[in-house]
């Protein structure tokens, strides 16, 4: 992968003109061309030479003898880090998102994610993504269970930010109302302000060694701690939103194209790649950026995605993000993203009541 500190002012202002103008055309940029469309002080010889140094450095390739060149992903990637300019959003774009993040209609975080999919979507025109990265960080603060029978017990927990998280769990015991007022009465006592891994390890520990009429009690709670642990991971795979699939198919160029887009179209129906996606941006924090390839998933080989961060006062974290062909306007997609993304963190830092 090419060092991305390496390129000099003009091989920036190269790179940047292949690019922009290869999106507004869908075409390899030769140098003449450029030269024609850009004001730049230069001869197309000399940028003829920029371009393939460039080539030699991994940013740009050239399809065919006789072509210009296209950005390969490192290209993309350098612009749309580094060289892509986020413009002013309009009233129009800016009330969209607000909407989307303090509607009073949706109190829920995964209400207004989803509305953020849609908004995101058709204000960039591309996918519009949004999602959690997991639901197991979030410190909870009071539980509450009741039966649901057939030895299903129903847990409603309010975390830290506000958050209610609902599901529906077999533990394996019978579950009276008594029972589960105990247990929710054990549960608020001990583990209050602690993730449910944490309150899970703490009771295998405790369910070992527990005597006494406490010994049933710490094992039935570790129990239900396992099941609504096992219920988080399989309830995270679920909270991911896209909106504007069809969106995708306003961009195709040609059959080759249409392959392309086929495959992206089939990935971002699979919820497991979606998450292998959204765990891998997280290893970063604030904007990013994946080109094609990059992902090292399958399906997304050829898109961008264009994403932000967002985070609550108390482990509630997600990714809100553009996802579209690799010929995106970049610097748009960085300016939503980056807007939503704060928005929605000033909104969950702010807090929200319990009920």
């Known amino acids: 992968m090419p060092d991305l500190e390496t390129l000099t002012e003009r091989e920036a202002a190269v790179l940047a003109a292949v690019v922009e103008i290869g999106l ?9 061309a450029l030269a024609r469309e850009k004001e730049f002080a230069l001869c197309p010889a000399s940028i003829r030479n920029i371009m393939a140094k460039l080539e030699r450095e991994g940013y740009l390739c050239q399809p065919h003898a006789s072509a210009g060149r296209e950005p390969t992903d490192e290209g993309y990637g350098y612009y749309a880090r580094r060289l892509a300019t986020a413009p002013k959003l309009s009233r129009e774009s800016v009330r969209m998102i607000n909407e989307a993040v303090e509607d009073p ?3 829920e975080t995964a209400a207004r994610l989803d509305a953020l999919s849609h908004a995101i979507s058709r204000l960039s025109r591309q996918v519009g993504l949004a ?26 927990m309010a975390t830290m930010s506000g958050e209610l998280l609902r599901y529906a769990v077999k533990p394996g015991w019978d579950s009276s109302a008594k029972k589960l007022e105990k247990m929710a009465s054990y549960f608020n006592g001990k583990f209050s302000y602690m993730t449910v891994p944490q309150a899970r390890r703490l009771l295998f520990r405790e ?17 239900l701690a396992l099941a ?21 198919m306003s961009h195709v160029e040609g059959s080759e194209d249409m392959e392309t887009i086929k495959s992206m179209v089939a990935t971002l129906g699979e919820k ?52 579209g062909k690799k010929r995106m306007d970049y610097g748009l997609a960085l300016a939503l993203v ?7 963190t000033a909104s969950l830092r702010g807090g929200m009541q319990w009920g």
């Open 272 to 323: 497991k790649k979606l998450m292998l996606l959204l765990d891998q941006l997280s290893k970063s924090e604030g904007k990013m950026v994946v080109i094609g390839s990059q992902s090292q998933i399958d399906g997304f080989s050829g898109c961008s995605v264009v994403a932000h961060s967002f985070a609550g006062s108390h482990g509630v974290e997600g990714i809100i993000g553009v996802i």
């Open 105 to 107: 209609a949706l109190p």
């Open 131 to 156: 999602g959690f990265l997991s639901s197991e960080a979030a410190p909870i603060r009071e539980y509450s269970f009741m039966s649901l029978g057939s030895k299903t017990v129903g847990a409603v």
């Open 228 to 248: 609504l642990e096992q219920g988080m991971a399989a309830r995270d795979s679920q909270s991911v939103y896209v909106e504007g699939v069809g969106n995708l």
């Open 24 to 32: 507004k055309k869908g075409e390899p940029v030769g140098a003449q």
């Open 207 to 223: 369910s070992g060694g527990a005597m006494g009429e406490h010994a049933p009690l710490a094992k039935d709670a570790y129990r």
């Open 338 to 344: 980056s807007m939503a993304a704060r928005r929605l």
